[in-house]
């Protein structure tokens, strides 16, 4: 795999294929990650080119200000363009701890240095905000910790932020061993958060610069 930096204006490159259904999208860092796709006319759909946003009833993603994103292309010994990382020196808040941001609004503390993992409590979940509140300044995956039980009972929206873009999953969370919904769904993956890595191991992007946004093109570029 090469990295290629691309020519393009990066919103002028994002426009372009967020018109498109058949492209995917995610926010996220090596352990924690939220990936979005949409359905062309499914229903509550909404694409707004301008924005740089979709939502829908199963997710959202809005793409925010990319004046200081540098679009690359990741390219396979075939040629084929797997991804487009846009990247950014700038970091997270990175939290190593839950902590509460507002009333139903916890950040997990996944500590990555580029993205934030949140979570959004559904109003009347009481139960779940009760389990956050109890784990808010524990690592999310302390022993003990009834967070991480919780969220996965209770499939809260979680909420994906990086300097460049949000992403929103609403759909729920699989139980052990089930598969991933079609279209916005989440990983969270201790065993590979604990590595503390930014990037997948033998990532090309440069170093000193952060994923914030990656696009993984169905159409032609």
């Known amino acids: 795999m090469k990295c290629v930096p691309l020519p393009d204006a990066p919103a002028d490159l994002v426009r372009q294929h967020l018109a498109e259904s058949a492209n995917g999208w995610s926010v996220g860092t090596w352990g924690a990650i939220g990936e979005f796709q949409y359905d062309a006319g499914e229903p509550g759909?909404?694409?707004d080119l301008a924005a740089l946003s979709v939502t829908s009833p199963r997710g959202a993603l809005f793409i925010g200000d990319l004046s200081t994103a540098t679009p690359f292309a990741l390219v396979d010994d075939n040629g084929r363009t797997r991804e487009i990382a846009f990247c950014s020196a700038a970091s997270g808040k990175r939290h190593e701890a839950i902590t509460q941001l507002g009333d139903r609004t916890f950040d997990l503390g996944i500590g990555a240095p580029h993205?934030?993992?949140?979570v959004r409590l559904a109003e009347g979940d009481d139960?779940?905000?009760?389990a956050l509140c109890q784990g808010v300044g524990k690592p999310i995956l302390a022993p003990g910790n009834p967070a991480g039980p919780a969220i996965a009972h209770s499939s809260p929206t979680r909420i994906f932020v990086s300097a460049l873009a949000r992403l929103e999953v609403h759909q729920p969370i699989p139980p052990p061993g089930g598969k991933s919904p079609e279209g916005?769904?989440?990983h969270l993956l201790p065993h590979y958060l604990k590595e503390g890595r930014a990037h997948a191991p033998g990532s090309p992007l440069p170093a000193g610069l952060y994923c914030g946004l990656s696009l993984y093109p169905r159409t032609k570029l």
């Open 184 to 186: 916005p769904h989440s």
């Open 127 to 130: 139960e779940t905000h009760v």
């Open 45 to 47: 759909l909404t694409v």
């Open 115 to 118: 993205i934030d993992m949140q």
